[in-house]
């Protein structure tokens, strides 16, 4: 399985620029609202013209702007599932199904539905649908156009909270027989981690970072992969002398690393006691903010901060500990932005 | 009694709504799929009809199917076929006139058609055809239905253009209300009330089934 995609687009102030090249099965977009993410996948499956570049899927050209190439939709083979799963309320769920098959398919909408176990309601319309089934006849639907490529735009933001985490994993069980390459679009941390293996940053129409999906996450490699990876504490940096001074907070770390523009700190990188070398950290001026399961303490970290940085403390932590007046934290936890 | 009026307005709404129903549809869907220089340059062409003055639809069309000038003239020539002066002629000038409403309408309902259900038909490989028939028109039910209607009522009321190009020739392309401004003329005012009450009557039934029929079509 590959993917190879060049392209560009403009949209007056907003210009996409894609360029991406890899193997994975299991690709994950991930970027702020309005930064591209839809639009990429919808050059990918021909909903939207590219200005210029190419699309390949398997060494298949779908779009190539030099050769005047542009597959229509209808033979890309791509699989999209939008947001609002996109179903035709004027037909039953077979007859979705069945809109999905192919002239000379091997496969019927029969076997699908038993796949999915949607034989029990073939005949009901969406609108008698619950959530999930939604979401199972979407999916089946897709499956049933026999897709070299299925494209999951946002696929859980519409739900609610509660039955997020069950959609999210029946979707990646569905998902596990299917062999060809899967490209999910969010801005949630948690959904692109679990249906990514590879992760591609992007912000305002343009790849910032392309990696492992853990990768990316342990130790993002830039600023916009920090903050969009859920990375709490962000903060300018200078190196001088073998050390990394951090202005905004007023701390000093020891570290060679010379390309250094931003250090970053997860909120919940931090100890209630020293242990050998860590570095110490006041909690001065701290403001508290209630969260579900505990809180967020934003305070300032030295005397000489002009800054606040976040902890975050679960409700046990909080009992055992309240609201600590000095925490630590290893140094190699800052992770290191260019 | 002559029926004939109503006769005659009844089929030419019938024919009319019916030529609309299918040319409004598949223009109405061109237009959509158009980018929008030609979108804004088609809309404008194809509502013309409905805003200008209908006598001067029938000018136009007058001078077009003359059958002393080259397209009427060809027309009859060759295929016998002779749109002034005749049913022929209450259908074309009706079918300019009312054909607006019918794409306008189909038009705006395919414009609320949620795109996505579109774009997913085509990534299911669903030929463009096949999305139309199968996803747009029963999705935009509401205003098929409405635009059908209301190109039916237009194009049974029509006057101006009509008169122009099929002339009031009783019995043969005098409708209701030609037939109305020919008694009007003739100072039988109870002829005329007649009338109006019968158009009156069958534009109120239509639009009540019109009314009917969408609110089952919604609850559905």
Redesign the interface.
Known sequence: MSLEIKIKKNYGEFKLNIEYKGESRRIGILGASGSGKSLTLKTISGIERPDEGFVKIDGRVLFDSNNNVNITPQKRKTGYMFQSLALFDNMSVEQNIKAGIGRNADITAQEIMERFGLSNIAGRRPHELSQGQKQRTALARILASEPSVILLDEPFSSLDFHIRDEMQESLISMLENFDGTVITVSHSLEEIYALSDELIVIDNGNVCAVGITEDIFNSPPDSISAVLTGCENIAHAEYMDGKIYIPDWGIELSSPNKDVSHVALRARSFYYDERGGMLCLFVKEPNIKKTPFGCTVYFKPSEKASEKMCIKISSSEMRYNGIPDRIYVDERDFIMLK | MDWSPLIIALKTGAAVTFLSFFIGIWTAWKVYGADNKIKCFTDSLLTLPMVIPPTAAGFILLLVFSTRRPIGGFLLDNFGIRVVQSWLGCVVAAFVIAFPLMYRNARAAFEQV?K??I?????????EGSILR??VI??SAHGLISGSVLTFARAMGEYGATSMLAGNISGKTATISQKIAMVVQDGNYAMAGFWVIVVISIAFIVITVMNIALSKLIRR
């Open positions: 949620d996505d259900i774009y997913a038909a085509r990534t299911l490989g669903m030929s199968r996803v029963p999705a």
